[in-house]
């Protein structure tokens, strides 16, 4: 009769502004979570793994001709070239090259996992911002800033010396078997136990 | 009854039916809201609910989840096949990375043996990828986590947001939803209390000329039951100055001198001749603080 004051229209204005509001915080979260989506997906994470492990198979590669290089030498130098111990030294530089690979492997997927984190904290970030401000152009601009931040290459320490061994105990090997000493007593090693005959191998093959 | 007065009456009995059908519809309106505001609450808890059952899920569900991604790490972590040791006519190689030519024996045990490294090397893997398989996999499950806290955080907040800037003017307008049955109301109350002297005043007065014809009493017997114990106390009022200070049922105008004889005599100022004349015979005689005050 007399109208409500205008009780109707605020409440009308106060319905449209929220429904508004949380429209746009739905519709820039979901644009923002697709963005991440589709800058880091499976398929990127991947791609800088294998980025990531290529990065060190030359320094790999390198390292490990040498030193297998040098254990070759080492094999020739001690009359071992075609001796078990050369085949075994084969298993071992094998292992070894198969053990780098695995390090790699294993600081990549580290650090994949360090980005994984970095830009779930970054997605967190922008869609609480967005739920605070429910302002979507400030919630585009945070996420390719975000985006930008981590799609920077993973860092790649240097790795250093990694085949150092190889060739070890070679030297000492080859004088005791050219020697015919490349056993060593059991039993002699005890105390007034000398009993001269009781030898073990210590190569093996 | 005088025809106004059933006017009256029924003006009443409207009003208040008026007043409670604003009311009824104020309620209406205010349950209305309270319903979209527990719909919406409600809406609010499933979704927080199933943001923190899908949480769970990644948590709890880690069988296939684990080993999804142990085959991935395994294959991450499996060894490359590296080139068997040669016999080729080329010769002892120094300098090469492959192995030189050796003995058929000797190639063999070698090729045994880098076997076995790489038997070595692909157990080690695998331990890895079992090592990392479950971590990964809890990692993953804490990523999902975020995202779900997120998802509750916005559900959280559109309640929020709700409550805080919808909800107050949707009450504010839910109470004035019985406005035009409340104002109908307030009219006709209005209409009614100008109305309640001409619908009420003549009928009274009849009621009561009607009982004082029936009782055969006079002004003086009315004044005497109104005012009865006035001699007892002292007072010994005239029945003429009780009728123009009180008024008589016959709405008698007031008598001036009483009246203000009245007044002086409560305000305990002293009293005339005339004053103590139109009080009644021998009023004035006792002061004030012998009659209690």
Redesign the interface.
């Known amino acids: ?2 109208g ?2 205008g ?2 229209r ?2 009308s ?3 449209n ?2 429904l508004a ?2 429209g746009r ?2 519709r820039a ?1 979901g644009e923002t ?1 697709q963005k991440f989506r589709d800058v880091f997906s499976d398929d990127y994470y991947a791609q800088e ?1 294998a980025k990531y492990k290529a990065a060190y198979e030359p320094d790999i590669n390198r390292q ?2 040498q030193a ?2 040098q254990m ?2 080492a094999l ?1 130098r001690a009359g071992l ?4 111990v ?10 070894a ?3 780098a ?2 390090e790699v ?2 600081r990549g ?1 580290q650090a994949q ?1 360090n980005r ?2 970095d830009v ?2 970054a ?2 970030t922008v ?2 911002q967005l ?2 401000t429910a302002d979507q152009g400030a919630a585009f601009e945070n996420a390719a800033s975000a985006i930008r931040t981590n799609s920077t290459p993973m860092p790649t320490p240097m790795l250093g010396q990694i085949f150092t061994d190889l060739s070890a105990g070679l030297a000492t090997q080859a004088d005791l078997e050219r020697n015919r000493q490349n056993r060593y007593t059991v039993m002699g090693r005890i105390p007034g136990w000398n009993s001269g005959g009781r030898y073990t191998r210590n190569v093996g ?1 | 009854m005088e025809p106004l007065t059933w006017v009256y009456l029924a003006l009443l009995a409207a009003s208040t039916a008026a007043s409670a059908k604003s009311q009824q519809k104020t309620n209406q309106a205010r349950a209305k809201v309270q319903a979209e505001d527990t719909r919406r609450r409600k809406e609010q808890q499933k979704q927080s609910e199933a943001a923190a059952l899908k949480t769970q899920d990644s948590y709890f569900n880690q069988k296939q989840a684990a080993a999804d991604r142990e085959a991935e ?1 395994a294959q ?2 499996a ?2 096949e ?1 080139p068997a ?1 040669t016999t080729d006519a080329s010769g002892t190689r ?2 090469s ?1 492959d ?2 030519t ?2 058929t024996a ?1 190639v063999e ?2 090729q ?7 038997a ?3 157990q ?2 695998t331990s ?1 990828a079992q090592l ?1 398989a479950f971590s ?1 996999a809890m ?1 993953a499950a804490g ?1 999902e986590a ?2 779900n ?2 998802d509750i ?2 559900s959280a ?2 309640l929020q ?2 409550t805080q ?2 909800l ?3 009450y ?2 839910a ?2 939803a019985g ?2 049955w409340s ?2 109301a307030d009219v006709m109350k209005l209409v009614a209390a100008v109305m309640a002297p001409a619908a009420l005043g003549g009928g009274g007065a009849a009621a009561a000329g009607t009982e004082g014809a029936s009782a055969g009493t006079t002004a003086a017997d009315i004044s005497a039951a109104r005012f009865g114990d006035f001699a007892t106390q002292g007072f010994q009022m005239a029945p003429s100055a009780t009728a123009g200070v009180f008024g008589s049922t016959a709405m008698a105008p007031v008598n001036e001198a009483a009246m203000n004889a009245w007044r002086a005599y409560w305000n305990g100022l002293p009293l005339t001749g005339a004053d103590q004349t139109a009080l009644g015979a021998g009023f004035g005689q006792f002061p004030l603080a012998t009659r209690g005050f």
């Open positions: 009769m007399f409500d004051g009780a109707g605020e409440a204005r106060a319905r502004e929220e509001r949380q915080i739905a979260s979570r793994l490990h001709a297998k290089q070759l030498g020739m070239f075609d001796s078990s050369a085949a075994k030294k084969a298993g071992e530089a094998e292992e090259l198969a053990s690979r695995n492997t294993q997927l996992a994984k984190q779930a904290a997605e967190n869609i609480g739920i605070n093959g | 790490l991450q972590f060894p490359s590296a040791p120094f300098l990375t192995a030189p050796h003995s000797t045990a070698t045994q043996e880098m076997n076995r490294g790489r070595r090397a692909s080690r893997a890895l990392g990964d990692r990523l975020g995202r806290a997120q955080g916005i907040s559109n947001g709700w800037n919808v107050p003017a949707l504010a307008k109470n004035t406005k035009d104002t109908a």
